[in-house]
Nanobody, 129 residues
Framework: QLHLVESGGGLVQPGGSLTLSCAAS?????????????IAWFRQAPGASREGVSN????????FYADFVKGRFTISRDNAKKTVYLQMTNLESSDTGIYYC?????????????????WGKGTLVVVSS
């Protein structure tokens, strides 16, 4: 089992920035192969369906972004710390929601959440003045 814990959420004004973290841990050998997991971020706004935001692929570190965050969000990973980050800048009220990270041994992008097997419980981001 791979455990993911998100942190870094909070209240921020429009135009502000936040950096989310997704830290992985585990009690079996899966954690030893952390670098083989692609990590994705998803979010769910109040009353809305979950949507994919971004992912970083395990094999080459290639990154992918949804159009609505492109140029504002940056995903990165530190395999030594078993942590993935989502730097969010120029935040808008529409970015409000619970942000989840997920891991999967897959080359699939955030567009295919069914390929991600392990999910965190989320961290809340509220963008409001």
């Amino acid at each position: 089992q791979l455990h993911l814990v998100e942190s870094g959420g909070g209240l921020v004004q429009p135009g502000g920035s936040l950096t989310l973290s997704c830290a992985a841990s585990g009690s079996d050998s899966r954690i030893d192969y952390y670098e083989l997991y692609s990590i994705a971020w998803f979010r769910q706004a109040p009353g809305a369906s979950r949507e994919g935001v971004s992912n970083i692929r395990y094999s080459d570190g290639h990154t992918f972004y949804a159009d609505f965050v492109k140029g504002r969000f940056t995903i990165s990973r530190d395999n030594a710390k078993k942590t993935v980050y989502l730097q969010m800048t120029n935040l808008e009220s529409s970015d409000t929601g619970i942000y989840y990270c997920a891991a999967g041994m897959t080359r699939a992008t955030y567009k295919f959440p069914e390929n991600y097997d392990y999910w965190g419980k989320g961290t809340l981001v509220v963008v409001s003045s």
